[in-house]
């Protein structure tokens, strides 16, 4: 079984004079990617290969999460990853070695979102909806899949199937009960 987690970036800066590849995170998105890590770590999930935007926001939710794997998995930072479209997020997920069974992509809106749900629309809709993730794709978000594809390569001919939504939002209100 192959697992593959798309993750939004977690909350940035806004307003400050940077490029845009470069916007920090805030330390509301410090918090979040801190909190998903562990949610991540609690769980036991912690991917063979991360696919990272090279982004300075996506960079620094994967640092921000680091602790909470209990493994170092090999983490890629690509430029393509930045803003890209759902075809191009998963030609990538399709390049990951056949040895790899779970992957962690952390990525940018509209493309992330657009992905996910893309794959989501393969199983039940009804998930979708009661997992948050028709709702959208707030920032430190991720969608789990899992596919019986022999490897990410195939898993285009191999529907996914959305298992999990979590996000810091979620995860605090779950808190509360």
């Known amino acids: 079984m192959l697992e593959l987690w798309l993750m939004r970036h977690a909350h940035s ?3 400050r004079e940077v490029n845009d590849r470069e916007r920090p995170l805030s330390v509301r998105g410090e918090a979040s990617a801190a909190r998903m890590g562990a949610h991540f770590c ?9 696919l990272c935007s090279s982004a300075a926001r996506a960079r ?3 640092a921000g999460m680091g602790p909470g794997f209990s493994d170092h998995p090999h983490v890629d930072f690509e430029p393509n990853l930045y803003l890209a479209s759902p075809e191009t997020l998963l030609q990538e997920i399709e390049r ?25 629309g393969q199983g039940p809709a009804q998930l979708a909806a009661q997992s948050g993730l028709a709702a959208g794709f707030e920032p430190a978000a991720v969608a789990c899949f899992e596919s ?30």
């Open 42 to 50: 609690e769980r036991g999930f912690s991917p063979a290969r991360i």
């Open 60 to 62: 620094d939710t994967c």
């Open 96 to 120: 990951a070695d056949r040895a790899v069974r779970s992957l962690l992509l952390v990525g940018h809106l509209p493309g992330l979102e657009d992905l996910a749900l893309a794959l989501a």
């Open 148 to 177: 019986d594809a022999e490897s990410f390569a195939a898993i285009r001919s191999h529907p996914a199937r959305l298992v999990g939504f979590a996000s810091p939002t979620r995860l605090a209100a779950e808190d509360i009960r």
């Open 13 to 15: 800066e806004a307003g």
